[in-house]
């Protein structure tokens, strides 16, 4: 019988198994969008300087809420690789970030999105929440509050190492050119070790050039004023990745937290580098004052010192005015006690651990009424700690052929970074139990149509941590 028209086949109509085909391509592309949309948050999150735990927990947020099976994901400083699961099918891509900074801000906003991706969502409405963070979340503080922000930071290394007033004031006045210095070569994207390099060794010569002068013309007559200059150069300490490097490691993420720790140690090595090029050519000993007796007013000296440098070092990782206040108020409970446990005769890695654990409870406590991520706050209370001038003092006595000296004050120096880590790793287990148990984001069992997908063993990671 012939053909009728209601029974003739429609040329444009694909057949079934090209229409499987059509759709499995269609699927593939919008698995890809998908899959792109939650790496770009988890790229922006690692741009930022957060640690491992936080980007991976941010992307499974993502991902559940996307519709994924599973995320498999590895993070390092500077990269990340990610696979997607889904109905039996997978997608695998990488990201990769060249220079690694830190900005306590965008991390907030961030954190704060990842948190309300809980029901169904687009790849394109995330994007378009991305797109937002990045056009409202920018620097905060201009250049000059900036450099202000390093010499406050480095004034308060100072006061709490016990050098002179007008060695401070130098101090401050010296780390304010080196970061501008750094401001500048990093605007023009000079590599950043030759970017900590040129900020060390500018810091170094302003201190060194003005503390001259001045003794030059009798206005100070102290021969020993220069050994200040190593305090100028602190603010160049990756407090944030050194700390945040520790907090993985705990948790055996070990290529977020080796990546990190070796990007840290480089900084380091290559600001304590620079400075001791300084010490060989000028043949000047970055050796400390003599400690004062503590006393009610140097305790108060301590206090401010604390706090303003604090405040200085949060700046310099873009943290608001909020930010900077919580975290000066928890360092400077924190660090004034460890100066206590120190005078008081206790070892100086028990005093440190002691005085981070402080600090991370207090952070735990404050987390929730401020609403603000607990690594914004407790890393940069944390930095103050931080035994820098002890570093320096490493790479001077290497210098000088003495040995023994400088293995036992890297030593040292080492100990006590470890204690400050240790301490904010043991508040956290202290306080949070998803990251004490290990915890993971849960996505929901194939065929569960809730749309929700956290188990309730699963729901002590969605808290603002």
């Known amino acids: 019988m012939a053909d009728t028209p209601e029974n003739t086949p429609d040329p444009h109509t694909p057949d079934p198994h090209t229409r499987a085909l059509l759709d499995m391509v269609e699927d593939q592309r919008k698995m890809g969008e998908e899959a792109d949309a939650v790496l770009r948050l988890g790229a922006m999150l690692m741009a930022a300087g957060t640690g491992g735990y936080r980007v991976i927990r941010a992307m499974k947020r993502a991902a559940r809420a996307l519709g994924f099976d599973r995320v498999d994901a590895v993070v390092s400083v500077n990269d990340i690789t990610c696979t997607f699961h889904r109905a039996g099918r997978f997608r695998t891509v990488v990201v990769n970030h060249d220079n690694p900074a830190v900005d306590a801000s965008r991390i907030e906003a961030l954190e704060n999105l990842s948190r309300t991706l809980d029901g169904h969502l687009t790849a394109a409405e995330l994007n378009t929440e991305l797109d937002r963070v990045e056009q409202l979340v920018g620097k905060r503080w201009p250049v000059w509050v900036q450099a202000l922000a390093a010499g406050l930071a480095c004034a308060g290394f100072a006061v709490l190492n016990h050098y002179a007033p007008a060695e401070c004031v130098l101090v401050a006045l010296a780390a304010a050119v080196g970061q501008t210095a750094r401001h500048y070569c990093a605007r023009h994207r000079l590599n950043q070790l030759g970017t900590t390099a040129i900020a060390a060794v500018t810091a170094c010569l302003v201190y060194l050039a003005v503390s001259k002068l001045l003794i030059a013309v009798g206005a100070i007559g102290s021969p020993d004023f220069t050994i200040g200059y190593v305090a100028s150069v602190l603010f160049l300490i990756p407090g944030f990745p050194l700390f945040s490097s520790l907090l993985d490691l705990s948790r055996f993420d070990l290529t977020a937290g080796l990546s990190r720790l070796a990007y840290a140690t480089t900084v380091i090595f290559t600001a304590t580098m620079s400075v001791a090029v300084v010490s060989l050519v000028t043949g000047l000993q970055p050796l400390p004052p003599d400690p004062a007796v503590p006393d ?170």
């Open 296 to 465: 009610p007013v140097w305790y108060l000296a301590a206090a401010v010192a604390t706090a303003a440098g604090i405040g200085g070092f949060a700046v310099l990782f873009n943290s608001s005015r909020r930010m900077a206040l919580v975290a000066a108020l928890i360092g400077t409970v924190g660090n004034v006690l460890r100066l206590v446990f120190v005078d008081a005769g206790m070892q100086a890695h028990l005093a440190a651990f002691l005085g981070a654990l402080v600090v991370g409870l207090l952070g735990a406590v404050l987390t929730g009424p401020t609403r603000l991520p607990r690594i914004t706050l407790t890393v940069p209370a944390s930095v103050i700690m931080v035994p820098g001038p002890l570093i320096y003092r490493t790479v001077y006595y290497l210098n000088s052929g003495d040995i023994d000296s400088a293995l036992g004050t890297a030593a040292t120096a080492s100990l006590i970074i470890v204690a400050i880590g240790a301490g904010l790793v043991v508040a956290r287990m202290l306080t949070d139990r998803a990251w004490t148990f290990g915890r993971h984001i849960a996505f929901p069992r194939q065929g569960d149509q809730s749309g929700g997908g956290a188990a309730p063993e699963g729901t002590g990671t969605d808290r603002v941590v």
